[in-house]
């Protein structure tokens, strides 16, 4: 079973920074997706990554595939408070042919 | 638009008592549907999954039960709960296993 670690687990910084945080596999993933979930509410899809080195842009936030498919990056540019959150990385497992959930980083913009 | 609905939003259950949350989902067919716990720390835990009517895989041997009457409704059900059961369950739909998941609001389950 592949396994999806991301870091930082925690993350507090004051509006108006940038900020990453990664997720990581020893596995090749086909495809990486990232939700963004708010408390008391379901993980919304952000993005999906398909291709090794993609990197795809929402607004403020870049999100980037690695070369070999086993690592993504999010990459948020002046941090807003309405950027809290837990983000959560989720890749399809090709052996099982499902969707697998790292356990997110818990952001948190100070105002 | 697809759309998803779970309920109740919040439930407080004794333990020992039944339990039954239910998902429905509007604007697709035959989706692949998902319960999902999630605890503080540890991530989204699969539950159950269907592809189809009357088609539960069960990930992790529990107290829990799962069921789909119909096309786009998925229940979850436990005949005793148990103080273990507290958390927050969500529900998920997709067009296929490999494909991006869609989530309900989500239940928080308080066992007393």
């Known amino acids: 079973t592949q396994l999806l670690e991301q870091s930082p687990q925690f993350l507090s910084i004051q509006e108006g920074e940038n900020l990453t945080v990664y997720c990581n596999s020893s596995?090749?993933?086909?495809?990486l997706q990232w939700y963004r979930q708010e408390p008391g509410e379901g993980p919304v899809l952000l993005v999906t990554?398909?291709?090794?080195?993609e990197v795809k842009k929402l607004k403020r936030l870049t999100f980037q595939f690695g070369d070999a498919r086993k690592d993504s990056s999010l990459h948020i540019t002046a941090a807003q408070p309405g950027d809290t959150g837990l983000y959560l990385c989720?890749?399809?497992?090709?052996?099982?042919?499902?969707?697998?959930f790292g356990k997110g980083t818990r952001l948190h913009i100070l105002p | 638009s697809q759309t998803i609905h779970q309920w109740p939003a919040t439930l407080v259950q004794p333990v020992g008592s039944p339990l039954s949350l239910e998902c429905t989902v509007e604007?697709?067919?035959?989706?692949?549907l998902y319960w999902y716990r999630q605890a503080a720390g540890r991530g989204l835990q699969l539950l159950f999954y269907?592809?189809?009517?009357?088609?539960i895989s069960s990930e992790v041997p529990q107290n829990l039960s799962a069921s789909r009457p119909q096309d786009r409704q998925f229940i979850l059900s436990s005949k005793k709960l148990l103080l273990s059961d507290s958390g927050f369950y969500l529900c998920?739909?997709?067009?296929?296993?490999?494909?991006?998941?869609?989530f309900g609001d989500g239940t928080r389950l308080s066992i007393l």
């Open positions: 604007g697709t067919s035959n989706p692949n």
């Open positions: 596995s090749v993933f086909s495809s």
């Open positions: 269907s592809v189809g009517i009357g088609q």
């Open positions: 998920a739909w997709g067009t296929a296993s490999n494909q991006p998941q869609h």
């Open positions: 990554v398909v291709t090794g080195g």
């Open positions: 989720a890749g399809l497992d090709r052996g099982d042919d499902k969707i697998i």
